[in-house]
């Protein structure tokens, strides 16, 4: 029981040695917005972002000087909190069987596919990601995205009661980060071009979100009507550039044949739209809740995709077809333009409902750590 007792709870962040940035994955703004969040509770007295890395604050002061929640260390952390969210940083099992020993809550809050991830990680030899470590959940939360390939697998594994909890955004970072920038950065839509600039944005790291398919998508829609798309850019792909199966399979596609096409690094999505692109062609499997969809939703970016966790935001095509996602992509051209207001009114209205600060959002959150108590 609670006895109204409010709890001071931590969120696991991960820091390394060297400069780092909130743009370079998506794990620090789920650490952020988690604990924009937090701090919105009324059983949270304080919110603590808890470094289980090996670098210090100072190696990412450009973002941590404006979060949400002060840092601290493991030790201040195993003497501090009541409850702690592993997050960014997984825990050494032992310091959670310690903090357990001691009347805390460990919750392991899981934003990736990670059935997929380790079972990667199993057959290719890749270095392992700890999941399955013998750490001590009291619960485990995930997303509803991912409650058709883990959901089952985390109960088994860990051992522990899975939750799915509402996915978390807001365009603070990005707004920030645009600001950052200075005058004359521009983020939003620009009707009117005669032919579309397409950038695809998946990270290819994992099977779950690659450019193969986006790539066929646009190649198939230029074939059709070859005076659409000006270019096609597709980044994180510097490190396939040199794989003999990428290489071959990029230059099947007219769009490359053609000179229409170049392969790019990682770059935050506000340095790459109204600058260099006009849409994005997206794909995923089993991974239906990007941000990178609602940071182009925000802009009123045309969304080519296959997403069923957006509502009826953006264009969206079948699963795995690729002929479907050419035509889908031909009548976003066609379309675009004229309802521009009505796709981003719709994109407002969804955007909305992933606010960190929305009351019916605290209150699931809030629910789930009370259940930890009942």
């Not at 501090?80 to 032992?94: G, K, M």
């Not at 690659?210 to 009507?225: E, I, K, N, S």
Request: proline share 5%; with cysteine.
């Amino acid at each position: 029981m609670l006895n109204k007792r409010r709890l001071k709870v931590g969120v696991t962040i991960f820091l390394r040695p060297g400069h780092q940035s909130i743009w370079e994955n998506g794990i620090f703004q789920n650490c952020y917005f988690l604990a924009m969040l937090l701090n919105r509770s009324p059983l949270v007295e304080t919110c603590y972002l808890v470094n289980g890395g090996d670098g210090s604050p100072a190696d990412a002061s450009n973002f941590l000087a404006l979060a949400p929640a002060p840092v601290i260390d493991l030790d201040t952390a195993r003497e501090t909190l009541d409850v702690i969210i592993e997050l960014s940083a997984q825990l050494n099992p032992d310091w959670a069987r310690d903090f357990r020993s001691r009347g805390g809550h460990v919750i392991g809050m899981r934003v990736a596919n990670d059935y997929v991830i380790d079972i990667e990680r199993m057959m290719f030899d890749l270095p392992h990601g700890m999941l399955v470590s013998g750490t001590p959940y009291s619960a485990v939360w995930t997303l509803p995205a991912f409650e058709h390939s883990c959901a089952a697998y985390y109960r088994a594994t860990m051992r522990a009661p899975v939750r799915a909890m509402q996915h978390l955004w807001s365009p603070a970072l990005l707004e920030r980060s645009i600001g950052q920038r200075g005058a004359g950065i521009a983020f939003g839509y620009n009707p009117g071009r005669a032919q579309w600039r397409l950038a695809i944005l998946e990270p290819n790291i994992c099977m779950v979100k690659t450019a193969h398919l986006p790539m066929l998508v646009a190649d198939l829609a230029h074939r059709q009507d070859p005076r659409m798309i000006d270019y096609l850019r597709v980044f994180n792909t510097l490190q396939l550039k040199e794989d003999a199966q990428f290489v071959g399979f990029a230059r099947s596609l007219d769009l490359v044949r053609q000179g229409r096409a170049t392969f790019e690094p990682r770059l935050p999505v506000y340095e790459i739209m109204t600058s260099q692109a006009d849409a994005i062609v997206a794909h995923h499997w089993e991974n239906a809740q990007n941000y990178v969809y609602y940071e182009a939703l925000y802009g009123g970016y045309p969304l080519i995709h296959n997403s069923a966790f957006i509502g009826r935001c953006g264009y969206r095509y079948d699963g795995f077809d690729c002929e479907d996602g050419a035509l889908t992509l031909r009548r976003a051209f066609a379309e675009h333009d004229a309802r521009f207001e009505d796709y981003r009114r719709t994109a407002q209205s969804f955007l909305a409902t992933l606010d960190p600060e929305c009351e019916s959002n605290v209150e699931q959150y809030s629910a789930a750590i009370a259940e930890l108590y009942s």
